[in-house]
Structure formats: structure tokens, C-alpha cells
């Protein structure tokens, strides 16, 4: 059984998760629904990509740690660990090679640069991040063929098989660390040519720098507490009394999911349309009296972000 401070920690995860699955629906949702009626655009790709794979990724944190909480003697069975470790590294790699390919993809489009390579690359946005989806595949079949034999529940090896698994996503985090670098050089250099112009800062390029730049600064801090909610997830081999310790780190990991995804849709006119609509749905749902408590949740949840 849960203390009442457990169980009050596993509400907050709750809500978390319901939180990143209607954010990531309504992104996924909103670009699947484009792709359909116009035609294919990598924007929409990228963005339907992520949302799903998030998604996934708020169900797997949820299911693996009630799993620990619940079930431990199951979960510590061995093919159980297996088999969510293979998840883990196929939904956890795709999140964040999604998460990259958009911020490079705002880094193309938005920062402006004279340098040859940089308009070089400019011209071949779509051929870049095809690029990228080849080296994610690639380096997803190398660790398929790496956890194919069953491994041992061992807590050193799971810890370094963890560890194994997550090192392909340093070099994505490193490109969205470079990118973000960039981005702040280019609207430095475009404040200072406005300054010395005399024509003022806040014109239409200053403000997408701006809002690329608040996608990309709040990808990483979120990244960073997601990878600190992983290793505390990870600690449960050696601690696996420690209930509260699995609750936190349930919590911490599910902030980036859920907190990114809603920064997208505040960013973008379209995906914020679409979530203020489905608050008024809400709203007259409840308002009917259909399906009452799911749409008061849905109602405060959404309430308190718009």
C-alpha cells in the first residue's frame, strides 16, 4: 500500500500523463489532419512524429513505474526487463531525433548566416533531416542486433545496458546544443545590424528568432531533467523499497514530454486554435452533462494552460 504522500506524488504523475497525452494528441492530431487534406510538408512529419512518439514514451514511463511500485517481483522477472528496454530504446531514440530534426529545422529556416555551407544547407532542409532519419535507422538496427540475447537482470548490467542504450541520443542533444548556439549568435548579429540601422528590434525576423529560440532553450532544460528522471528510475535496483524515489522519478520524467509539447502549441497560432476548441467542447460537454468528470478534467487540465 501507498502512504498518503505517495499516493498524493502518483496523482501528480497521473496528471502529468493525461496532461502530455492530450497536449501530443491535439499536435499529432492537428498535423496528421494537414497531411491528409494538403499536401506533405516536413514540418507536419516532424511535428506528427514527435507527438506520437511522445505519447508512447508517457505510457511506457507510466507502465514501467507502476510496474516497479505494484508488480516487482513481475517486472524483475527478466524478459519483462527485456522487453521494455527494447521499447525504451526505440521510442526513447525516435523522441529525440524528432525533437532535433525540429530544432534544426527552425534553425534553418529562421537564423541567417552569409556563410556558404550554411545556405548550402539552407537550400537542402528536406534532404538534412532525411539524412538524420538514416542515421536513426541505422543506429536503431545496430542496437536491435545488440538486444536481441536476453540479458541477465543483474543490477550492474541492467545499469550499463541503460547506459548502453542511451548513448546513441548524445549526439542528437549535441546538434540541438549546437543549434541553439547558433540561433543565439544569429539574433545577436541581427540586433546589432537593427542597432546601428536605427530601425528598432522587434521586427518580424527578431520575433521568430525569439520564439525558435524559447522551443529550443526549453528542449533543453527539459531534455536534462528528463535524463535525471531516467537515472533516478534506474536507481530502483538499488533502492527498490524506496516507493517514493520510483514516484519522483515519474514525475520528473514525464515534464518533458508533456512540458515541451505545450510550449509548441502556445508557440503556434494553429495548434492553439485547436486546443482552445476542444476547451470549448469541453466546456459544453460538461456543460450537457455528458460524460461529466472526464470533461471537468478536461476542463481544469486545459483551464489552467490556456
Not at 527552425?106 to 556563410?115: E, G, T
Not at 543565439?184 to 548579429?189: D, G, P
Request: proline share 2%.
Amino acid at each position: 500500500m501507498l502512504s498518503v504522500v505517495e499516493g498524493i506524488f502518483l496523482f501528480i504523475a497521473i496528471i502529468e500523463s493525461i496532461l502530455g497525452v492530450l497536449g501530443n494528441g491535439i499536435i499529432g492530431l492537428v498535423n496528421c489532419t494537414d497531411c491528409v487534406k494538403n499536401k506533405f510538408s516536413m514540418l507536419g512529419f516532424i511535428l506528427s512524429g514527435l507527438a506520437i512518439s511522445r505519447i508512447c514514451l508517457i505510457w511506457l514511463v507510466i507502465i514501467n513505474g507502476f510496474m516497479q511500485l505494484f508488480s516487482p517481483d513481475t517486472y524483475c522477472s527478466g524478459k519483462l526487463i527485456e522487453y521494455i528496454s527494447y521499447m525504451w530504446a526505440i521510442i526513447n531514440q525516435s523522441s529525440i531525433w524528432f525533437a532535433t530534426s525540429l530544432n534544426i529545422f527552425y534553425f534553418l529556416r529562421i537564423a541567417n548566416f552569409s556563410h556558404y555551407v550554411f545556405l548550402w544547407l539552407k537550400s537542402r532542409i528536406n534532404r538534412i533531416l532525411l539524412l538524420l532519419v538514416g542515421s536513426f535507422f541505422n543506429d536503431h538496427k545496430m542496437k536491435t542486433r545488440n538486444t536481441t540475447c536476453p540479458f541477465k537482470t543483474v543490477k550492474s548490467e541492467y545499469f550499463i545496458h541503460q547506459v548502453l542504450l542511451n548513448l546513441g541520443v548524445i549526439f542528437f542533444f549535441i546538434l540541438s546544443l549546437i543549434t541553439c548556439f547558433l540561433l543565439i549568435i544569429s539574433l545577436w548579429r541581427h540586433n546589432r545590424q537593427m542597432q546601428s540601422n536605427a530601425t528598432g528590434f522587434r521586427d518580424p525576423s527578431t520575433e521568430a528568432h525569439v520564439k525558435a529560440m524559447k522551443v529550443l532553450i526549453s528542449f533543453i532544460i527539459l531534455f536534462i531533467l528528463y535524463f535525471i528522471g531516467l537515472a533516478i528510475l534506474m536507481s530502483y535496483f538499488a533502492a527498490p523499497e524506496n516507493k517514493l524515489l520510483v514516484i519522483f522519478g515519474m514525475i520528473t520524467t514525464t515534464i518533458y514530454p508533456w512540458g515541451h509539447s505545450f510550449i509548441l502549441i502556445l508557440g503556434n497560432s494553429k495548434l492553439k486554435q485547436a486546443s482552445l476548441r476542444v476547451l470549448q467542447q469541453l466546456k459544453c460537454c460538461e456543460k450537457g452533462g455528458k460524460h461529466g468528470s472526464e470533461g471537468q478534467m478536461g476542463v481544469l487540465l486545459l483551464s489552467v494552460l490556456f
